[in-house]
T-cell receptor, first 110, second 114 residues
Framework: QQPVQSPQAVILREGEDAVINCSSS?????VHWYRQKHGEAPVFLMI?????EQKGHEKISASFNEKKQQSSLYLTASQLSYSGTYFC???????????FGTGTRLQVFP | DTGVSQDPRHKITKRGQNVTFRCDPI?????LYWYRQTLGQGPEFLTY????????KSRLLSDRFSAERPKGSFSTLEIQRTEQGDSAMYLC????????????FGSGTQLSVL
């Protein structure tokens, strides 16, 4: 039931782009994205609801393909502050809980 | 401070002892969730409440774990007869409603069982 994220880890130079994928075996109602820095709690980035919408947040955007039960997070022109572990959280229809993915560790170097 | 508050931040205990953690949600958040996180892994769902009602408990959770949310306000998570495998970060998260509402996480309680 846990969504699978890929890749497991990404190493970038400042200014480079990255894509993180989240795939579920269940039909999804919504997908959340969170970023967690070492020793801190996860911080919300964005929510996507079923309907295939795409959302943006500064230079971070995401898409949700309901039919494929997949979501992708796009990080553009990465900054040092983007470093951390990214988790997708998926909600299955008619449930009230968020199940988090396996995580993708992102490191951005100068 | 209007965020989700967890206490204590750190807990060191000996195997076999009981421990209790507390979570104070953001006011008016009726959904409250407990997660467990080990190093390098995503938060693992444990249980959640809608107001004072515990609606679901993970089947991975043993009988040693119990949670309460009296009066729909703060919540406690108790682990009885702790084992070394219980060592983890225990995260509390709350939200105002369901589905399209984001989760607000507390800073967590880091449990170390010796």
């Amino acid at each position: 039931q846990q969504p699978v994220q890929s890749p497991q880890a990404v190493i970038l130079r400042e200014g480079e782009d990255a894509v993180i994928n989240c795939s579920s075996s269940k039909a999804l109602y919504s997908v959340h994205w969170y970023r967690q820095k070492h020793g801190e709690a996860p911080v919300f980035l964005m929510i996507l609801l079923k309907g295939g919408e795409q959302k943006g947040h500064e230079k971070i955007s995401a898409s949700f393909n309901e039919k494929k039960q997949q979501s992708s997070l796009y990080l553009t022109a990465s900054q040092l502050s983007y470093s951390g572990t990214y988790f997708c959280g998926t909600e299955i229809a008619d449930t009230d809980k968020l199940i988090f993915g396996t995580g993708t560790r992102l490191q951005v170097f100068p | 401070d209007t965020g989700v508050s967890q206490d204590p931040r750190h807990k060191i205990t000996k195997r076999g002892q009981n421990v209790t953690f507390r979570c104070d949600p953001i006011s008016e958040h009726n959904r409250l969730y407990w997660y467990r996180q080990t190093l390098g892994q995503g938060p693992e769902f444990l249980t959640y409440f809608q107001n004072e009602a515990q609606l679901e408990k993970s089947r991975l959770l043993s009988d040693r774990f119990s949670a309460e949310r009296p009066k729909g306000s703060f919540s406690t998570l108790e682990i009885q007869r702790t084992e070394q495998g219980d060592s983890a970060m225990y995260l509390c998260a709350t939200r105002k409603g369901a589905v399209n509402e984001k989760l607000f996480f507390g800073s967590g309680t880091q449990l170390s069982v010796l």
